[in-house]
């Protein structure tokens, strides 16, 4: 482990403390990841586009040796990260919701004032139908958008001004490896590490959620940077 490496470490764990010792930041935390207005919205646009944009400087450590580089645009990363996890929030609440209407047409007769007294297994079979429903009909969506603008972004240079320029999605869905989109990022991440990662972040209470899958974002950018590390030896 390199010097840049425990700065990176000591930077990171001092950013997490002030959110669970210093008080006043952690009940602003609290206070704003579970509101149910438009705060909601800003915390989802921060936690993603803070966190996200980490788990990616730690895959390019890993894959390159560096958390930067020229033409890697870190701020057009966070703001994507940032805009994207806002709509990932708004798809958690959506399906949350919906799944409640899917299981009641099943025969389970539940509902959302009443989840938290039902058994271990009930609230396990809604977090994984709820987790199932979303990756299945959101997931996709959202992985190709991401895969347009983070070409985009490594097309333009990694500058604002860059990635504020038209997106030429067209040309971009037309060269990208579908064969590796289909075959690896749709049928493998989202059923063997969406599914039961989600299936988590649904059982946790809603102001951790969008936390949580956050969070998830940063594993799962280092599991694959290991595995392409992999596979280029």
Same mark, same amino acid.
């Given at each position: 482990?390199?010097?840049?490496?425990?700065?990176?470490?000591?930077?990171? %764990?001092?950013?997490?403390?002030?959110?669970?010792?210093? &008080?006043?930041?952690?009940?602003?935390? $609290?206070?704003?990841?579970?509101?149910?207005? #438009?705060?909601?919205?800003?915390?989802?646009?921060?936690?993603?586009?803070?966190?996200?944009?980490?788990? &990616?400087?730690?895959?390019?450590?890993?894959?390159? /040796?560096?958390?930067?580089?020229?033409?890697?645009?870190?701020?057009?990363?966070?703001?994507?990260? @940032?805009?994207? @996890?806002?709509?990932?929030?708004?798809?958690?609440?959506?399906?949350?919701?919906? +799944?409640?209407?899917?299981?009641?047409?099943?025969?389970?007769?539940?509902?959302?004032?009443?989840?938290? &007294?039902?058994?271990? /297994?009930?609230?396990?079979?809604?977090?994984?139908?709820?987790?199932?429903?979303?990756?299945?009909?959101? %997931?996709?969506?959202?992985?190709?958008?991401?895969?347009?603008?983070?070409?985009?972004? @490594?097309?333009?240079?990694?500058?604002?001004?860059?990635?504020?320029?038209?997106?030429?999605?067209?040309?971009?869905?037309?060269?990208?490896?579908?064969?590796?989109? #289909?075959?690896?990022?749709?049928?493998?991440?989202?059923?063997?590490? #969406?599914?039961?990662?989600?299936?988590? +972040?649904?059982?946790?209470?809603?102001?951790?959620?969008?936390?949580? %899958?956050?969070?998830?974002?940063? %594993?799962? @950018?280092?599991? $694959?940077?290991?595995?392409?590390?992999?596979?280029?030896?």
């Amino acid at each position: 482990m390199k010097k840049k490496d425990l700065v990176f470490i000591l930077c990171l %764990a001092v950013f997490v403390a002030l959110f669970v010792v210093v &008080e006043p930041i952690k009940a602003w935390f $609290l206070d704003w990841s579970g509101a149910k207005d #438009w705060r909601n919205f800003v915390m989802a646009f921060l936690k993603f586009g803070i966190l996200a944009t980490i788990g &990616e400087c730690i895959g390019l450590r890993i894959t390159q /040796g560096v958390y930067n580089k020229k033409g890697f645009g870190i701020l057009p990363r966070a703001l994507v990260w @940032g805009v994207l @996890g806002t709509c990932i929030s708004i798809a958690m609440g959506i399906f949350s919701q919906g +799944t409640f209407g899917f299981l009641n047409k099943c025969g389970l007769d539940i509902n959302p004032s009443t989840l938290t &007294e039902e058994s271990f /297994g009930i609230r396990l079979l809604y977090a994984f139908s709820v987790s199932v429903l979303m990756n299945t009909f959101f %997931a996709p969506v959202f992985m190709t958008i991401h895969k347009i603008t983070d070409t985009h972004i @490594g097309n333009t240079g990694g500058t604002l001004k860059g990635f504020f320029s038209p997106i030429p999605a067209k040309k971009i869905i037309s060269e990208m490896d579908w064969q590796r989109q #289909w075959s690896f990022v749709f049928m493998k991440t989202i059923p063997f590490f #969406w599914y039961p990662a989600h299936t988590i +972040t649904f059982m946790l209470p809603k102001e951790y959620q969008v936390l949580f %899958a956050a969070l998830l974002g940063v %594993a799962l @950018g280092v599991i $694959l940077s290991l595995a392409n590390l992999k596979k280029s030896k």
